[in-house]
């Protein structure tokens, strides 16, 4: 499964390690529409493959 990084803080979104509230294992396509990086709040729209 591939990383997503956030172009404006730099956040990586790995699916190997999921997130608070998302379960490992759930590839970047798959999170909610309204889904945000949990450091700068940035959309999906703002990430971009690692």
């Known amino acids: 499964m591939d990383k997503y990084v956030c172009t404006i803080c730099g956040y990586v979104y790995d ?6 509230g998302i379960p490992p294992g759930t ?10 990086c949990p450091l700068c709040g940035a959309g ?7």
């Not at 699916?15 to 608070?20: I, N, Q």
């Not at 590839?27 to 945000?36: A, I, Q, R």
């Open 44 to 50: 999906k729209d703002q990430f971009e493959k690692e």
């Open 27 to 36: 590839p970047f396509e798959d999170l909610p529409d309204d889904w945000v």
């Open 15 to 20: 699916p190997a390690e999921g997130e608070e």
